[in-house]
């Protein structure tokens, strides 16, 4: 994540103290962003590649939206995220091949894990908020202690870590498959 952070302000050609001039943070916050000490919260990568982008001189900005596009530095960034919680080689079936309640739960954990494993108020901000989420059942489910209640709670989850909303519908199906017209009791 480090190596990036600097090759992207290299390649915009800019100081800290220019991108201070562009950005929202101190030239400070900006270097412990590219310091590899530990990993960012992703606001602060996405944050850093925009002063970059507003910072840097016309001639680099097509290379450099290429080398910073916000998905793959997000991707990047969840990467370093679990390698660093020790959760990379986590894996968990597909949502279309679960077929009881612990690889569910273990599907779940990963989703939270591949996102980045955000704080949990992001998550349940991107949920919806507490109405869809409560934070008590969020910490429950990552940490693989309960289930979502219903399936509108597993799909506020589901966007909550990022699952895109063309992903929903295989998710539905496996809930169905697991409840199969009975409540959840967990």
């Excluded at 590899?36 to 910072?55: I, K, Q, S, Y």
């Excluded at 679960?98 to 901000?125: D, F, H, M």
């Excluded at 063309?166 to 409840?179: C, I, K, M």
Aim: glycine letters at 6%.
């Amino acid at each position: 994540m480090a190596f990036k952070m600097r090759a992207i302000r290299d390649l915009a050609e800019v100081t800290y103290d220019d991108m201070v001039k562009f950005g929202q943070a101190s030239a400070a916050t900006y270097k412990r962003t590219a310091s590899g000490t530990n990993v960012p919260r992703l606001f602060r990568v996405m944050e850093f590649a925009d002063a970059c982008h507003l910072a840097a001189p016309p001639e680099v900005l097509d290379r450099l939206r290429v080398e910073s596009r916000p998905r793959d530095l997000h991707t990047l960034w969840a990467n370093a995220r679990m390698e660093e919680r020790g959760t990379l080689r986590l894996g968990a079936p597909r949502a279309r091949l679960i077929a009881n309640w612990a690889e569910c739960s273990l599907a779940l954990k990963t989703l939270y894990e591949r996102a980045g494993a955000p704080p949990l108020r992001e998550v349940q901000e991107l949920a919806g908020g507490p109405m869809h989420l409560p934070l008590s059942t969020l910490a429950r489910i990552v940490n693989r202690q309960a289930l979502p209640n219903d399936n509108q709670q597993l799909r506020a989850f589901l966007l909550g870590c990022r699952l895109r909303k063309e992903q929903l519908p295989e998710w539905d199906e496996a809930w169905s498959r697991l409840v199969g017209g009975r409540s959840v009791s967990i």
